[in-house]
């Protein structure tokens, strides 16, 4: 198959291919999707102004990101369900990035445990991301597992305290239990190389998809809801809880979802090794900044002590460059990877980093540029498009 040039191509590829159920949970936003959009017109009106004559004969795009060198600024973000995408999902995403040389982020949520993953791509660098549970033990055991598995980098997610209002999930049937309807019917059968490919497979090789990291007792498949308060999750999760996953995590700590100054502040307090500056996508809080738009002020006051990392709205190279202009070490991609497992499986996920990996290149060559860090020299400090009234420069610290 023709590989898509860019990552709309492999958008269109992957709606061709899913569910429309699946395909929504994955592209949209929640309530209005403002936030949605705000992301897109923030990331839009950054420049870089180009160096001309600097006769750079290579680009390095290794970076040093909490102790790990990684082949190029990017971490291939959590997401909840990846093996829905694609038979064991999770662990081509895994494959896929430790041959792209970037870490891979396996979510609580993860259809395939973190176990299995290890033994499917033993050579990758995995991190885990964490949603607390209500029973703290269950967690820790996880984390026991977790560690055992060889992770050295765990990523608590903090910006999640209720489930988002995301009303297209509810007209298509897609929660957590699934419901069945005529429609929901017809949206699969009317995918049957999904049908067959992924959840025929799964019933007839190991049962229907449950969430992977679930104590056995409390797991049930994903077209039934697990009312076991024990595994809820943690909707009253606090600094202390930070804290003390400090004293239980001996690795490194990255708390996910931080988009204000004082809370970063905070984080190196519980003594966090780094954060994500992130809107979780936009799939949250409709009423969210851009991460690109609170950034800079915070990696200006906590980015000597802390691994700056961003995420939410990468759709090209010069997307991750913006956000290490503003001060990220690193990017994390959620939707995009699960484009190219939907487009064709572990070699899609694998082009879709690639095409990255060389817009980023093209991108680094044409502003004069050696290397991602140095991107910062060449922001351009007024946007392109005019500032709402009443609005103060983006560069000014936000929130807090
Ligand atoms: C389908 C999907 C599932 C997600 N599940 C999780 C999750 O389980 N835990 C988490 O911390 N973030 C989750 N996220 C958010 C991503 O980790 C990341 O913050 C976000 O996708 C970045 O934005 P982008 O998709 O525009 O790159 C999910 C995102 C998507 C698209």
């Known amino acids: ?56 004969p290579q680009r390095e795009l290794r970076t040093e990101i909490l102790g790990e060198t990684t082949a190029m600024p990017l971490v291939v973000a959590p997401t909840a369900l990846a093996g829905l995408v694609s038979h064991n999902g999770e662990i081509k995403l895994a494959r896929a990035a430790a041959r792209m040389g970037i870490p891979v982020c396996i979510s609580t949520q993860s259809i395939t445990t973190i ?12 991190w885990f991301q964490l949603y607390m549970w209500k029973d703290r033990n269950l967690s820790r055991a996880l ?9 050295t980098t765990l990523v608590v997610t903090a910006d999640t305290p209720t489930s988002p209002k995301r009303e297209y999930n509810h007209r298509n049937g897609f929660s957590i239990p699934i419901k069945y309807s005529l429609r929901l019917g017809l949206d699969v059968a009317l995918h049957p190389r999904w049908l067959c490919g992924v959840l025929l497979r799964y019933l007839l090789e190991t049962g229907m998809p449950t969430y992977g990291h679930y104590p056995q007792e409390f797991r049930s498949a994903v077209t039934r809801l697990s009312i076991a308060e024990a595994v809820r999750l943690e909707n009253l999760l606090n600094w202390d809880d930070i804290h003390q996953l400090r004293r239980w995590w001996k ?4 708390i996910k979802g931080v988009l204000g100054v004082h809370d970063a ?19 949250n809080l409709d009423i969210a900044p851009a991460p690109i738009d609170v950034l800079s002020g915070i990696a200006d006051a906590v980015g000597h002590d802390l691994d700056v990392l961003a995420d939410s709205g990468v ?9 290490i202009a503003n001060g990220a070490r690193s990017v994390m991609i959620g939707r995009l990877p699960l484009w190219g497992l939907a487009t064709n499986g572990e070699a899609g996920a694998e082009d879709l980093l690639a095409m990255l990996r060389d817009e980023i ?40």
């Open 315 to 323: 759709k090209r190279g010069s997307d991750v460059l913006k956000y």
């Open 115 to 126: 176990e299995e993953i290890r033994a499917g791509a033993p050579g990758a660098s995995l």
């Open 361 to 400: 290149d093209v991108t680094l060559t044409m502003l004069g540029l050696q290397q991602p860090s140095e991107c910062h020299t060449a922001l351009q400090r007024t946007r392109l498009t005019p500032q709402r009234s009443g609005t103060k420069s983006k560069f000014a610290e936000q929130g807090s």
């Open 265 to 283: 502040h905070l984080a190196k307090t519980a003594g966090a090794d780094g954060i994500v500056v992130s809107a979780h996508g936009a799939r």
């Open 1 to 56: 198959m023709q590989r898509p040039l860019n990552a709309g191509g492999f958008r269109d590829a992957a709606r061709r291919a899913l569910p429309k159920a699946l395909f929504e949970y994955i592209d949209r936003g929640t309530e209005d999707e403002n936030a949605l959009r705000c992301l897109r017109n923030s990331l839009d009106s950054i420049t870089l102004v180009p160096r001309v004559l600097t006769g750079h």
């Open 251 to 254: 690795g490194k700590l990255v």
């Open 143 to 151: 984390l026991e597992r977790v560690e055992k598995a060889g992770v």
